[in-house]
Each structure stands twice: as structure tokens, then as C-alpha cells.
């Protein structure tokens, strides 16, 4: 299977996903995308041999007229799936209805809590004991899509936003790999026996 991977970032996230590629591992990296020029993440893309592009979403008078272009890159890579990772832009019900079921996300908050930004504030703020990540599948309602795993966290005393978002970054380098390895897992298995998917159909 091929994996897309969309970052406007650092892409630690990416990195992550594209180690985790390897062996039998049903899905193999095949394009590193960022919307921002000069995203760290392209530079590290670029030095694990993975083919990356950029669509500057400046470059668009409109959300439709960008994500036309974003489509245009990403159907010339044929990707069966498409991992957001640090995407920092919000996909209008259009986009996300062409890859429903096939697009992942990754939220730096234990969802329904917190959808949006500035999560770990957020958490801190409230008191909560605990915090995290999930990775849910993209629909048109922002960080709000089927919930495919999570990594939790405890808060400490004096716990601050710097502090509880490099706690949660180490749990989402091993949360996004494991739930993208049993999404693709499913999908290779759906597409392995045509008379399944009919079943399921
Ligand atoms: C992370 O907090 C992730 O949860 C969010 O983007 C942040 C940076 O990720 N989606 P990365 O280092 O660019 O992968």
C-alpha cells in the first residue's frame, strides 16, 4: 500500500511513520507533502530518500482552488492512504469526502476533549490528571472523525505547555505508527479478497 504523508512542520511525526515503513509492513511512504515552503520536515523527507512536494497554500486565492492543486499532486503519487501529520490546515467536506476512510489524523489531545488548538494549555488549565493523543480518521467535523487509538499521559506538578507537549510528542512517534500499521493492515487484507469486500459492501 501507498502512504502520503501531509505536513506543514518539524514532521517528527512523519519521520516517525516513514522508520516505521519497513519489513513486512503492509504500506511502504511514497510522497512527503507540505503546504509550507521550507517546512523542516521536507529536509528530512528528502533525506530518507522519500520524494516530497510542496503546495503553498499562499499561492491560492481560494480553500477550493489550493486543495485542487493539493489533489492534483496527490493523485500523481497514487496514495491508498493519507496520513496528516502536523497539517495545519482545516480540509473542507469536498477534499475529505474524496478520501473518507482513508485519511488519518493525528490531535495532540485526548479526544472528544479538546478539539482545535492549544491543547495542552487547554488540559493544564482544566486540572486534568491527564493528557495525550489521538489518531482518528478524517471526516468534515474538525478533530472530530472515528477515534482509531490514543496515548495517555499524567500531568506532573508544575507540568507547562513546553513540558506536556514533548512528554505527548514521545507517545504520538509510537501511537501514529501503530495505528497506521493496523489501518493498513485491514486494508491490504480488504483489497487481498475481492469476495470480503463484497461481503462487507
Ligand atoms: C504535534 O503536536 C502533533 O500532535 C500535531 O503537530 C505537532 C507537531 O508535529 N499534529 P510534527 O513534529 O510536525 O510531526
Redesign the pocket.
Known amino acids: 500500500l501507498r502512504v502520503a504523508i501531509l505536513?506543514?512542520?518539524?514532521?517528527?511525526?512523519?519521520?516517525?511513520l516513514v522508520r516505521s515503513m519497513t519489513g513486512d509492513h503492509p504500506a511502504r511512504p511514497v510522497l512527503v507533502l507540505s503546504n509550507r515552503p521550507g517546512?523542516?520536515?521536507l529536509a528530512r523527507a528528502e533525506a530518507a530518500g522519500i520524494a516530497t512536494a510542496t503546495v503553498d497554500h499562499r499561492g491560492f486565492e481560494t480553500r477550493e482552488a489550493f486543495e485542487e492543486a493539493l489533489q492534483a499532486r496527490l493523485e500523481a503519487a497514487r496514495p491508498d492512504i493519507l496520513c496528516?501529520?502536523?497539517?495545519?490546515r482545516i480540509l473542507t467536506p469536498g477534499f475529505v469526502a474524496r478520501w473518507q476512510g482513508r485519511m488519518l489524523?493525528?490531535?495532540?489531545s485526548l479526544l472528544p476533549l479538546y478539539p482545535g488548538l492549544d491543547t495542552h494549555a487547554r488540559a493544564i488549565a482544566a486540572g486534568d490528571a491527564e493528557a495525550g493523543?489521538s489518531v482518528h480518521e478524517v471526516t468534515a467535523d474538525l478533530d472530530g472523525g472515528p477515534v482509531l487509538g490514543q496515548a495517555r499521559v499524567t500531568l506532573d506538578p508544575g507540568e507547562t505547555p513546553e513540558t506536556l507537549?514533548a512528554k505527548?510528542?514521545t507517545q504520538?512517534h509510537r501511537l501514529y505508527p501503530r495505528v497506521l500499521r493496523e489501518v493498513a493492515e485491514r486494508l491490504s487484507r480488504q483489497s487481498a479478497s475481492p469476495s470480503a469486500r463484497l461481503s462487507s459492501l
Open positions: 505536513i506543514s512542520g518539524g514532521g517528527s511525526n512523519m519521520e516517525a517546512a523542516g520536515g496528516l501529520a502536523g497539517f495545519m489524523n493525528i490531535h495532540p493523543a507537549a505527548v510528542l504520538e
